[in-house]
Structures are given as structure tokens and as C-alpha cells.
């Protein structure tokens, strides 16, 4: 018997690391790629962000515009990684100088807002990528400001910012009231920089109150909740909609990222901008 437990926890293991492994896999067309490979498709498009635009743990809204039938010719390079702070992305803008988009997409704020909600929760980004200095609002509106100069005046590109989505679908939790803020501020930061501004969180907001859900569930600090439906999407056919639904969630998955359902939302914004004034 022992022997037998020990060989189940074996490939339970093993089974583990290959779904980390699939759910952290780099996008294979992301920046660096992009410049190694030198394509010569054009219009360029550029998704910057971090887990929800990465797809490899929610609905991949990038890969299915790049299925798009009228962007066949496109060059669609995906610059999402999970955990990612505004910080991060600060790192990735020289090589956005260097491929020189047509078109930008922003969606961060998520992981910086929960970062503000407690020391733990802090303490997990301040591990993972070595930070040095506290995250706040004036941090992300700091650095967002930074972000969106950088590009405007190193490059020609047309650059689309997103309000960071909900935070859990409660809208009496401090967690959901904190992604509200959130969005506001990025909404000020836009429109005072003359970016061009789409309300991811208000949009959301707005369907999760005419959804008239009997029961709105809030965001939860810990790991646990998230990591079990990555490994319930890669062994099995759930889809990232029936595992939104069977963890009470409309529009999320797991309190943080997006399913098919609010995926498609923000897929639909973006592609009012590529496609604007395409026949």
C-alpha cells in the first residue's frame, strides 16, 4: 500500500508540473520574439498586460483576435505575464520603441490594486519580483503616467488603455470597491494624457447589475481557489465559463480573471479599434 501511495502522489506531481508548466508558458509571440523573428506582416498590434492578457489561466482574448478573418495580415504580438505590475511593465517599453506598433493595448492595474490590499498580499509580489518600494495609488498613477509618455513620444502608435476589471463581482467588498477606484484612477490618467480610454470595469459593473445575480461573490485573499480551477481547466473539458459558473462567478473565473463570458467584452473593445474604419 505504501508503495502504491507513494506512485499516486508520484504522478500527482507530476501531473501538477505540467499544468504549471502550461498555465505559466511564456505566449510564443511575445515582444522578444517579435523583434528576433523581424516579420514583415503589418499593421502591428502590441497587448501589454499581465495575466488576463498572458490567457494561459483565463480566457485567451488575444489568441481570438488573431483568429479574426479580417486580421490574417496582422502582426498580433501578446506581452502579458502573469503576476505582472505596473513596474513590469515599465521594463518591456524600449522593446515596444523597437517594434514600433501600430496600434498598443494596455490592461494592468489588477495585481497593483491587489497588492494594496494587505501586507500579505503585498509580500507576494514584493517576493516574486524583488520589489523595493511599497505599492500605492500614487505608485500606479506614478508609473501609468510614465507608461503612457514613454510611448506616445518614443513612438506614433495609437495606444488604447483598459480600466483594470472587477475584483470579485460583490460590490460591497473592499476588494471590488478597491478595482473601482482603480479604474478611476486610470481613467484620469488617460484622458489627462490624450489616450484613448476603454471602461472594462464600468462595463462589467454595469452587466453584473442588470444580471440581477441572487448571489454576488467577493474576492478572498489566498491561492487556493485559483490554482484548483487551472488544474480543473487542463484536466478535463470544462471550459473557462463552466468553471466560472460552478465557482458562483459571472463573469470571472476565480475572483480575478476573466472567463469567455467577460473575456469576450473586453475582445469586443478591442477590436472596435482595430477594426474601426475597416470595411
Same mark, same amino acid.
Given at each position: 500500500? @505504501?508503495h502504491?501511495a507513494k506512485?499516486?502522489?508520484?504522478l500527482?506531481?507530476?501531473?501538477e508540473?505540467c499544468?504549471?508548466f502550461?498555465?505559466? @508558458?511564456?505566449?510564443a509571440?511575445?515582444?522578444?520574439?517579435? +523583434?528576433e523573428?523581424k516579420?514583415?506582416?503589418s /499593421?502591428?498590434i502590441v497587448?501589454?498586460?499581465?495575466?488576463?492578457?498572458h490567457?494561459?489561466?483565463?480566457?485567451d482574448?488575444v489568441?481570438?483576435?488573431?483568429k479574426? /478573418?479580417s486580421?490574417?495580415?496582422y502582426q498580433i504580438?501578446?506581452e502579458g505575464?502573469?503576476?505582472?505590475?505596473t513596474?513590469?511593465?515599465?521594463e518591456?517599453?524600449e522593446?515596444v520603441?523597437?517594434?514600433? /506598433?501600430?496600434i498598443v493595448?494596455?490592461?494592468?492595474?489588477t495585481n497593483?490594486?491587489?497588492?494594496? +490590499?494587505?501586507?500579505e498580499?503585498?509580500?507576494r509580489y514584493?517576493?516574486?519580483?524583488?520589489?523595493k518600494?511599497?505599492v500605492?495609488e500614487?505608485?500606479?498613477v506614478r508609473n501609468?503616467?510614465k507608461?503612457?509618455?514613454t510611448?506616445?513620444?518614443?513612438?506614433?502608435?495609437? +495606444?488604447?488603455v483598459f480600466s483594470?476589471?472587477?475584483l470579485?463581482?460583490?460590490?460591497n467588498?473592499?476588494p471590488f470597491?478597491?478595482?473601482?477606484?482603480?479604474?478611476e484612477?486610470?481613467k484620469?490618467v488617460v484622458?489627462k494624457?490624450?489616450?484613448?480610454?476603454? /471602461?472594462?470595469?464600468e462595463?462589467?459593473?454595469?452587466?453584473l447589475?442588470?444580471?440581477?445575480l441572487?448571489v454576488r @461573490?467577493?474576492?478572498?485573499?489566498g491561492?487556493?481557489g485559483m490554482?484548483?480551477?487551472? +488544474?480543473k481547466y487542463y484536466s478535463?473539458?470544462s471550459?473557462?465559463?463552466?468553471?466560472g459558473?460552478s465557482?458562483?462567478y459571472?463573469?470571472?473565473?476565480?475572483?480575478i480573471?476573466?472567463?469567455?463570458r467577460?473575456?469576450?467584452?473586453?475582445?469586443d473593445?478591442a477590436?472596435e479599434?482595430?477594426?474601426v474604419?475597416?470595411?
Open positions: 500500500m @505504501k502504491l506512485l499516486w502522489l508520484l500527482f506531481l507530476l501531473f508540473s499544468v504549471i502550461q498555465a505559466t @508558458k511564456v505566449p509571440n511575445n515582444l522578444k520574439a517579435a +523583434l523573428t516579420s514583415n506582416k /499593421p502591428k497587448f501589454l498586460g499581465d495575466s488576463i492578457t490567457g494561459r489561466v483565463s480566457y482574448y489568441a481570438s483576435i488573431a479574426h /478573418p486580421l490574417a495580415d504580438i501578446n505575464i502573469n503576476s505582472r505590475l513596474v513590469q511593465i515599465l518591456q517599453l522593446n520603441k523597437q517594434i514600433n /506598433p501600430d493595448f494596455l490592461l494592468i492595474g497593483d490594486l491587489k497588492a494594496t +490590499l494587505s501586507e498580499e503585498y509580500n514584493a517576493n516574486l519580483w524583488k520589489l518600494d511599497p500605492t500614487e505608485s500606479f501609468l503616467t507608461i503612457i509618455q510611448i506616445q513620444k518614443d513612438t506614433k502608435t495609437k +495606444l488604447v483594470p476589471p472587477v470579485g463581482e460583490d460590490p467588498s473592499i470597491q478597491r478595482s473601482k477606484r482603480f479604474a484612477l486610470t484620469q484622458t494624457e490624450k489616450a484613448i480610454y476603454k /471602461p472594462l470595469h462595463t462589467l459593473s454595469r452587466g447589475d442588470e444580471s440581477k441572487n @461573490k467577493p474576492y478572498i485573499q491561492t487556493w490554482y484548483w480551477t487551472i +488544474l478535463s473539458t471550459s473557462w465559463n463552466d468553471l459558473d465557482n458562483g459571472y463573469y470571472l473565473t476565480d475572483a480573471h476573466l472567463n469567455e467577460g473575456g469576450k467584452i473586453l475582445e473593445m477590436l479599434e482595430i477594426l474604419g475597416k470595411k
